[in-house]
């Protein structure tokens, strides 16, 4: 099973980027995934979560401003964040669940395979 992020980089207060990730293995359609990120000193938070049937959830702070989605053909999960802002600075990381379930998964104990991240820098 891999998981390959792309497209993090430097972007302006109230720009935006899209972030890919790529899934290959075992990893199909029927695999709930998500996205958590990481700034330096803290946890890793959830940010977004899909089911395999295209149910979302997002964490409060991104609500509005993110969108996550799937090309299930692609096995390819998407990240568009809008309105991007300082403290959405981290490094994201792309997760996979192999729990059988039609409803996001957020419980980070739940994600078996994970990406190696991408750098997302939001400057003021």
């Known amino acids: 099973v891999q998981l390959v992020e792309s497209g993090g980089g430097l972007v302006q207060a109230g720009g935006s980027l899209r972030l890919s990730c790529a899934a290959s293995?075992?990893?199909?359609?029927?695999?709930?995934m998500g996205w958590y990120r990481q700034a330096p000193g803290k946890e890793r938070e959830l940010v977004a979560a899909?089911?395999?049937?295209?149910?979302?959830y997002y964490e409060d702070s991104v609500e509005g401003r993110f969108t996550t989605s799937r090309d299930n053909p692609k096995n390819t999960l998407y990240l568009q964040m809008n309105s991007l802002k300082p403290e959405d600075t981290a490094m994201y990381y792309c997760?996979?669940?192999?729990?059988?379930?039609?409803?996001?998964?957020?419980?980070?104990?739940?994600?078996?395979?994970w990406g190696q991240g991408t750098q997302v820098t939001v400057s003021s």
């Open positions: 899909i089911s395999a049937g295209g149910s979302t």
């Open positions: 997760a996979a669940s192999s729990r059988y379930t039609i409803v996001p998964v957020s419980n980070m104990e739940e994600y078996n395979y």
């Open positions: 293995g075992s990893i199909s359609s029927i695999n709930p």
